[in-house]
């Protein structure tokens, strides 16, 4: 059986679920996906916990897509997941902070874009590569369509250009950028203050910060699924990630 790839503690009100797959730089291969959805089950059910923290065990948080198994799937069943997964961390009772302390990639910002609040060091980078590809954000488009302006969405979406932590917040990607030796103060400080408030509080000011955004998923998941499943099994698109996987030009 292959070993855990996503961790969970539970400890003074925090649960602290921590990705954990070097091998593939915490590609969104279907094993760790299931695997976070259930770490998140488990803190949502613990009567202890008022606020998630969702991290990295390495300095890559997320590099999108697994390709290598995306290669081999012709199903819409790993599109649905990553839906589910939106859903499942904008519809939690209890809050769900990120602390970047490493780049994103392309699906990863799903997780971003569905999480509450986002803290990153100024070090880090983002990009949306999937137009390199043959593909589209399709399933991510779900929560960050909600966080981003319409031109900021266009301009990241389709450059597929790589920009810093900054510009990210700026255009509300991100809650907030803070220096790199400033980051774990920063993350502390923000758990501390979620952890005061009650759970009442908490889900019901998450009901009404999420409605918008679920009402999106509700509508949208089942059709962006099949159409991302579409693309990674098209022509082009297999191509490009096979040419991506061996370092050459499609």
Same mark, same amino acid.
């Given at each position: 059986m292959p070993s855990e790839l996503v961790h969970l503690e539970l400890s003074d009100h925090v649960?602290?679920?921590?990705?954990?797959?070097p091998?593939?730089?915490?590609?969104?291969?279907?094993?760790?996906?299931?695997?976070?959805?259930?770490?998140?089950?488990?803190?949502?059910?613990?009567?202890?916990?008022?606020v998630v923290l969702l991290r990295s065990a390495h300095p890559v948080f997320c590099a999108g897509a697994d390709l290598a198994e995306a290669a081999s799937d012709t199903g819409a069943d790993g599109p649905r997941q990553l839906v589910s997964l939106q859903a499942q961390i904008a519809g939690m009772a209890k809050p769900v902070v990120v602390e970047l302390g490493g780049p994103v990639r392309a699906g990863g910002l799903g997780i971003v874009g569905a999480a509450d609040i986002v803290l990153?060091?100024?070090? #880090?980078?983002?990009?949306?590569?999937?137009?390199?590809?043959?593909?589209?954000?399709? #399933?991510?488009?779900l929560s960050?369509?909600?966080?981003?302006?319409?031109?900021?969405?266009a301009e990241i979406f389709l450059s597929?250009?790589?920009?810093?932590?900054?510009?990210?917040?700026?255009?509300?990607?991100?809650?907030? +950028? #803070?220096?790199? $030796?400033?980051? $774990?103060?920063?993350?502390?400080?923000?758990?501390?203050?979620?952890?005061?408030?009650?759970?009442?509080g908490l889900s019901e000011t998450k009901r009404l910060l999420n409605r918008d955004l679920l009402k999106r998923i509700e509508r949208d998941g089942e059709h #962006? +699924?099949?159409?991302?499943?579409?693309?990674?099994?098209?022509?082009? +698109?297999? $191509?490009?990630?096979?040419?991506?996987?061996?370092?050459?030009?499609?």
């Amino acid at each position: 059986m292959p070993s855990e790839l996503v961790h969970l503690e539970l400890s003074d009100h925090v649960a602290t679920v921590t990705l954990d797959s070097p091998h593939n730089r915490n590609a969104l291969s279907r094993q760790l996906v299931g695997e976070l959805g259930e770490r998140l089950s488990t803190a949502e059910a613990d009567p202890g916990t008022r606020v998630v923290l969702l991290r990295s065990a390495h300095p890559v948080f997320c590099a999108g897509a697994d390709l290598a198994e995306a290669a081999s799937d012709t199903g819409a069943d790993g599109p649905r997941q990553l839906v589910s997964l939106q859903a499942q961390i904008a519809g939690m009772a209890k809050p769900v902070v990120v602390e970047l302390g490493g780049p994103v990639r392309a699906g990863g910002l799903g997780i971003v874009g569905a999480a509450d609040i986002v803290l990153a060091a100024e070090s #880090v980078t983002f990009a949306l590569t999937e137009v390199r590809l043959g593909l589209a954000p399709a #399933v991510i488009s779900l929560s960050l369509l909600e966080r981003l302006s319409p031109r900021a969405a266009a301009e990241i979406f389709l450059s597929a250009r790589t920009f810093g932590a900054t510009e990210a917040a700026d255009m509300g990607l991100i809650t907030r +950028a #803070v220096p790199d $030796a400033e980051l $774990a103060s920063a993350v502390e400080d923000t758990l501390n203050s979620i952890a005061g408030g009650t759970l009442q509080g908490l889900s019901e000011t998450k009901r009404l910060l999420n409605r918008d955004l679920l009402k999106r998923i509700e509508r949208d998941g089942e059709h #962006v +699924a099949r159409r991302s499943a579409e693309l990674f099994d098209s022509e082009e +698109a297999r $191509a490009a990630m096979k040419a991506f996987m061996s370092r050459t030009r499609p």
